[in-house]
C-alpha cells in the first residue's frame, strides 16, 4: 500500500518560514515525480512545485502570487521524500498543503490528474 506523510505544517508570523516535508512509503519514486499542491478555504486545490528525479529538475506554480523565489521544492539523496522550503510567507499562503506522487519521470507535471498517490494534507495558516 503506498503512502504519502506529510509533516512540517503550522502557525506562522507573515514573513516567517516554514519547511514542509512528505515521505513515502510502499512504492519507489526515485525516477519518478513529486509535487506539492495547496487548497485555500472556498478555493480549488492548486499546483504549487514539482520535482522530477531523473534529471533534478523543478518546476513552479504561477497561479496569482507566484511562489517562485519564495518557496523551494527538493529531494531527498534516496528520491522518496520530498520537501517544500517555504520562506517569506504571505497570509495568501494559508492552505492546506497536499504532497503528490507519479511513477512518471522527466516530464513535467502540474495537473492533479497527473498524480497517482496522495498525501492527507498539512495545514499551514500565516497570520498578519
Known amino acids: 500500500q503506498v503512502q504519502l506523510e506529510e509533516s512540517g505544517g503550522g502557525l506562522v508570523q507573515a514573513g516567517g518560514s516554514l519547511r514542509l516535508s512528505c515521505a513515502a512509503s510502499?512504492?519507489?519514486?526515485?525516477?519518478?515525480?513529486m509535487g506539492w499542491f495547496r487548497q485555500a478555504p472556498g478555493k480549488e486545490r492548486e499546483f504549487v512545485a514539482t520535482?522530477?528525479?531523473?534529471?533534478?529538475?523543478?518546476?513552479?506554480?504561477n497561479s496569482g502570487d507566484s511562489v517562485k523565489g519564495r518557496f523551494i521544492i527538493s529531494r531527498s539523496n534516496a528520491g522518496n521524500t520530498v520537501y517544500l522550503q517555504m520562506n517569506r510567507l504571505k497570509p495568501e499562503d494559508t492552505a492546506v498543503y497536499f504532497c503528490a506522487g507519479s511513477p512518471r519521470g522527466g516530464v513535467i507535471l502540474t495537473e492533479q490528474r497527473e498524480y497517482a498517490y496522495w498525501g492527507q494534507g498539512t495545514q499551514v495558516t500565516v497570520s498578519s
Open positions: 510502499g512504492r519507489t519514486f526515485s525516477r519518478g515525480a
Open positions: 520535482t522530477w528525479r531523473s534529471s533534478g529538475g523543478t518546476y513552479y506554480g
